[in-house]
T-cell receptor, first 113, second 114 residues
Framework: AQKITQTQPGMFVQEKEAVTLDCTYDTSDPSYGLFWYKQPSSGEMIFLIYQGSYDQQNATEGRYSLNFQKARKSANLVISASQLGDSAMYFCAMRADNNDMRFGAGTRLTVKP | DAGVTQSPTHLIKTRGQHVTLRCSPISGHKSVSWYQQVLGQGPQFIFQYYEKEERGRGNFPDRFSARQFPNYSSELNVNALLLGDSALYLC?????????????FGNGTRLTVT
């Protein structure tokens, strides 16, 4: 069974600073993908970044990077130079081969001006 | 290209009624998944369809059913609605079923059961 854990219900960050959102996962599948999604108050789920279990390097997409530590089964999202528009819910998710995607409980990020 | 489209955007139903939610995937995407998101929680997996066949089912009662049509659009049906079915229902599509394929979500249907 797959399990995703996000232990931070809420986080605050000052505008222009970096913030790390934590995610740990558990799976017995050797092949899996890890994803982060952003959900603004409007409700849409926006795909941010992907990391594959066999990828040697951490994924980066603009101001987003994924700190992947396979042995510790963690996949933390780092947002650099936070902007007011980054305030939203952030969900970590995992997908194993031929399986559905499972989500964590989410972290609400608030960026302070 | 258009993204994933869902209809209706909002719906109010009474306990015991039936509801049908509709979803059109991104053009070329053959996999459609349905999720339920209760306020304050992460999305919970309901169904996954790939090439018109059910490929996965979450821990939901038999009142929930779905199907995928030859054009890859999908419907989610919920019978005998309960107050607890009030939620945001998200549809997502992906190009293929593998672990590296991200889901692309629609804006959801907000269902309120009174």
């Amino acid at each position: 069974a797959q399990k995703i854990t996000q232990t931070q219900p809420g986080m605050f960050v000052q505008e222009k600073e970096a913030v790390t959102l934590d995610c740990t996962y558990d799976t017995s599948d050797p092949s899996y993908g890890l994803f982060w999604y952003k959900q603004p108050s409007s409700g849409e789920m926006i795909f941010l970044i992907y990391q594959g279990s066999y990828d040697q390097q951490n994924a980066t997409e603009g101001r987003y990077s994924l700190n992947f530590q396979k042995a510790r089964k963690s996949a933390n999202l780092v947002i650099s130079a936070s902007q007011l528009g980054d305030s939203a819910m952030y969900f970590c998710a995992m997908r194993a081969d031929n399986n559905d995607m499972r989500f964590g409980a989410g972290t609400r990020l608030t960026v302070k001006p | 290209d258009a993204g994933v489209t869902q209809s209706p955007t909002h719906l109010i139903k009474t306990r015991g009624q039936h509801v049908t939610l509709r979803c059109s995937p991104i053009s070329g995407h053959k996999s459609v998944s349905w999720y339920q998101q209760v306020l304050g929680q992460g999305p919970q997996f309901i169904f996954q369809y790939y090439e018109k066949e059910e490929r996965g089912r979450g821990n939901f009662p038999d009142r929930f059913s779905a199907r995928q049509f030859p054009n890859y659009s999908s419907e989610l049906n919920v019978n005998a609605l309960l107050l607890g079915d009030s939620a945001l229902y998200l549809c997502a599509s992906s190009f293929f079923q593998g672990f590296s394929s991200p889901l692309h979500f629609g804006n959801g249907t907000r269902l309120t059961v009174t």
